[in-house]
């Protein structure tokens, strides 16, 4: 069989090779050159019923036109390409177009108009990694899932994703979006199970729209320079496993009423101008029953720590796999469509974690005021003595006065 599909590659054009070969040919891992610009821009020779075309990989060059006249198709697949320049206007006018991944080419503008068109249905949309820039571009207003993240987008968020009244995951992360937070955000929380905003230049207060928020599992608004305080709306995020406000402007006492969120599992307030003491009674147990990474490193905190301050870090007492009731390896959000992603600090060198291993820990209290003697309960934390692929910690620094 790998005989036969090897000389099919040599001698067949593409313009005659059905479509299903190319993800089969792909499955096996053949290198793709055949497909070329000609050949793929071509309309002869593929059928005009397609359903799915699954071309991710090809080393394909340009938009292929033949698809502008696929009026049935439902999903289309052009990732990890090497096309370049405009998305054309035409594929947001295929009328069953439910799912499109154009993520991983080099696309740097939308042809044309910047407006949805209504007749588009599409549910999710994949941009992300490419070269886009100006205004983010929302084809649809039924989405569920849009990914723009790792491009050059720029102006402030569209509030045109409002609109979008079923989203499940929103990631606009590493872009150039400047402005405050759309308060019309706060309509898509019924649903929202994935708002990453990180890694931009968004500015103003960080808006207090969290009152229906009881779906929402991730929320990152890293990297940027919000300010103002921690919202208290957060406490309806009942759901919530990740939050990270990191490397912002966020003025504010230790949130420890978060402690009441129990599935909270990363908690990330490094780099901002947090303050004061972090237990207002001392005695009171620290909570968070499910916190397994803890950075607040950089901030204003100060004060001593009780000696049982992390006796109520039952994640990280545990000794053995995540008991958290999932087989994954890695934490995931929107029903396991969404892998999470964290930069933690280890001797003095930061690591960025793509995905987050769900038997991660870390703690970071490093760069505040603290004094007295590290808590003793520390030891209780059996998590943090695991093999060095588990375990990432930086010692906290204590100073005496």
Known sequence: MRHVLWQ???????????????GFLQKFRFPLSIVSTANVSSTSGFASELVRLLLSGCNITEFPEFVSSQRDMLNLDLSNNKIRGEIPDWLWRLPQLNVLNLSHN??????????????????????????????????????????????????????????????????????????????????????????????????????????????????????????????????NCTRLEILNVGSNRIRDSFPLWLKSLQELQVLVLRSNEFHGTICGLTELPFGFPKLRVIDISHNQFLGALPSGFFANLKAMVRVGPAENGSESM?????????HDSIVLTNKGVQLEY????????????????????????????????????????????????
């Open 8 to 22: 099919l590659q040599k001698h067949v054009s593409v313009s005659f090779l059905p479509v299903f070969l190319f």
């Open 106 to 235: 080099a696309f740097s503008s939308f042809h044309g108009s910047l407006e949805g068109f209504p007749a588009t249905i599409l549910v999710s949309v994949d941009i992300s990694s490419n070269m886009f820039q100006g205004p983010l571009f929302v084809p649809s207003r039924y989405l569920r899932y849009l990914s723009a993240k790792g491009n050059h987008f720029s102006g402030e968020i569209p509030e045109s994703i409002c609109a979008s009244s079923f989203m499940r995951i929103l990631d606009l992360s590493n872009n150039s979006f400047t402005g405050s937070i759309p308060w019309c955000l706060r309509n898509l929380q019924s649903d929202l199970a994935v708002m990453n905003l990180g890694h931009n230049h968004l500015s103003g207060s960080f808006p207090d729209m969290f009152a229906n928020g009881n779906s929402l599992e991730s929320l990152d608004v890293s990297h940027n320079r919000l300010g103002g305080k921690l919202p208290k709306s957060l406490i």
């Open 330 to 338: 890695y934490m995931q959000a929107g029903l396991g469509y969404y």
């Open 354 to 401: 793509t995905r987050i291993l769900t038997v991660l820990t870390a703690i970071d209290f490093s760069g505040n005021r603290l004094h007295g003697e590290i808590p003793q309960s520390i030891g209780l934390l059996k998590d943090l003595r695991r093999s060095a692929y588990r375990t990432t910690i930086s010692r906290a620094t204590f100073r005496h006065v």
